[in-house]
């Protein structure tokens, strides 16, 4: 009983921004759980590897290439899936952009680039799978939110703001979609090893002030994300609506 609710076999899932890092961990905890996993990314060849990658492990996977921010290729796109591949069960809103400088010196144009990218395409891509999944009476939605959902910090006002803004789209989206059955959540991930954090993975300052502020002492590693996905997307969590999932290694607990 207890590995059935987690069995997502039969289901499809949508992960954006999902050709490498959170979002490819995240697609190949599901496709282990049993999803077939749609894979997405504005860069076909990314995708198309990052598909084969998981058929190779024997995972049903397939990839579809589109810009997320962009309301008409989202909705050619969803249209696609569902007529090629299935119903969308799942969705996860994970394509993501980071820029780092001081907030004084921010261009205009850059935080609205972070800003299209981390809050506009949830809410693009969110809205256009809802209105699938409405009609059904089920589904699941998961947001990628952040500790910087809850936390600030220097160099990356843009990111924070717009992390920020996904927990409570998040909350915005349960309050208006419960009704008709569907379940959305987040994850806030802590800080993980990923193309996004370069920098930081190279700062000796930040690991040891990492090691130093997490409960844990560590950063996380991909994989841990996983767990988390499938239980979002499981009937395990028939009944978590509007909740933010801090995976950070306790970071979040503390001061």
Not at 22 to 37: D, Q
Not at 210 to 230: F, K
Request: overall charge negative; charged content about 20%.
């Amino acid at each position: 009983m207890a590995t059935k609710l987690f069995d997502l076999t039969g289901r499809t899932a949508l992960i954006t921004g999902s050709s490498r890092g959170i979002g490819f961990a995240i697609a190949r905890g599901l496709a282990e759980a049993g999803a077939h996993v749609v894979l997405n990314s504005r860069d076909g060849a990314a995708v198309d590897a990052a598909r084969d990658a998981l058929r190779l492990d024997e995972l049903s996977a397939s990839g579809f290439a589109f810009d997320v921010t962009d309301p008409e290729a989202v909705g050619a796109a969803v249209d696609e899936i569902e007529q090629r591949v299935g119903p969308i069960d799942i969705l996860v809103n994970n394509a993501g952009l980071q820029k780092r400088m001081p907030l004084v010196d921010f261009p205009l144009d850059d935080w609205k680039r972070v800003l299209e990218t981390n809050i506009d395409a949830p809410f693009i891509v969110g809205q256009a799978v809802a209105r699938r999944m409405i009609p059904r009476g089920r589904g699941k939605i998961i947001n990628i939110c952040s500790v910087t959902s809850e936390l600030g910090r220097a160099t990356i006002a843009p990111y924070t703001a717009s992390k920020g803004a996904v927990k409570m789209l998040t909350k915005a989206m349960c309050a208006e979609w419960a009704k008709h059955g569907l379940n959305v959540n987040g994850i806030g991930p802590g800080w993980f090893k990923t193309e996004l954090n370069k920098a930081l993975v190279e700062s000796e300052s930040f690991h040891a002030w990492l090691v130093q502020r997490a409960p844990m002492a560590r950063w996380g590693e991909l994989e841990e994300l996983a767990g988390a996905a499938i239980f979002l997307a499981s009937d395990a969590a028939s009944y978590v609506n509007g909740h933010i999932l801090y995976v950070d290694g306790g970071v979040t607990a503390v001061v």
